[in-house]
């Protein structure tokens, strides 16, 4: 959550600081990064209340607790970005083309506040990259972005990413509208900002859908549970069902291949100690483990 509070501390000053431009030069690109900054705190204020939410104790409505209100909350994040960061950028684009007036006052103002707020942004993006790093290992950015079940840093990541494209897009186009005295430029600068959060709500989007449906354990955990289900009387595993219930929790539901000489107490003394193994490989998750033995045909 460090990544979350870095991101939120730094959005609330730069969105303060752009409205102060907007007024001052009536720029649209400037507008449209107000917006932005302001959608990005309302964004992160829901994933830090998401998180208190998914920590609540499990409770007979919800046996296996409320560790998917994180996806919840971070797909609520995906449909701010869109409809108000990304859609009225957009349209402020489109009425400043079809009504076009010259950005005011002195380049040196929003041009300051625009690298104020890209040195913010950028230290706020290294911090989520520094935090993505303790989770994803050998992983690319990219694989870890699609295959991430932490919602926070997935959006921090993004979002942190587009706020650092969007300021440099805001910084080169009102430069051209002062430099040129063609007003284009500006409402150029807030159409491309305006798809660039459409684009980012929609992977966003798609991606927080997928976990809130249940996605499954990655590749390397399914091959650690496998491997330490067999051992004694599991000869083997016919199948493995898994389910994430959190970012850090996993429902394991198994078929397992058991001894046929095996005694209902040497039975369930032998599952005992499978589910023992797999809690003892995987220590950050939180496991849900239920192990139905049965007989290879």
Known sequence: MRAVVVAL???????AAKVIVFIFTASAAMLSEAIHSFADCADQALLLYGNRQARKKADDLHPFGY???????????SLVLFFVGGCF????????????????????????ILVFALILETYSLSVALKE?????????????????????????????AAAVLG???????????YLTGNPLFDAVGSG????????????????????????????????VINSRL???????????????????????????????????????????GAEARVREALPHLRLAIYIEADIRR
């Open 9 to 15: 501390t730094a959005n609330l000053a730069i969105a």
């Open 67 to 77: 560790g998917r209100e994180q996806y919840f909350y971070a797909f609520i994040v």
């Open 89 to 112: 950028a957009v349209n402020e684009a489109v009425q400043k083309m079809t009504h076009p007036h010259s950005v005011e006052g002195s380049v040196w103002l929003p041009a300051g």
């Open 132 to 160: 993505s790093r303790l989770v994803k290992g050998k992983k690319s950015y990219r694989r870890f972005v699609l295959e991430a079940k932490n919602p926070e840093l997935i959006v921090c990541l993004m979002e942190d």
């Open 167 to 177: 300021l440099v897009i805001a910084l080169i186009c009102i430069l051209l509208a």
């Open 192 to 223: 491309l900002i305006g798809l660039l959060l459409i684009a980012v709500a929609l992977l966003l989007g798609a991606q927080m859908k997928s976990l809130l449906i249940g996605e499954s354990a990655d590749e390397e955990t399914l091959a």
């Open 230 to 272: 067999v051992g004694g009387g599991i000869r083997s595993v016919i199948h493995n069902k898994t389910v994430h219930l959190s970012a850090d929790s996993l429902l394991v539901t198994v078929k397992a291949e058991a001894d046929a000489e095996l005694s209902a107490a040497e039975l369930a003394g032998e599952i005992n």
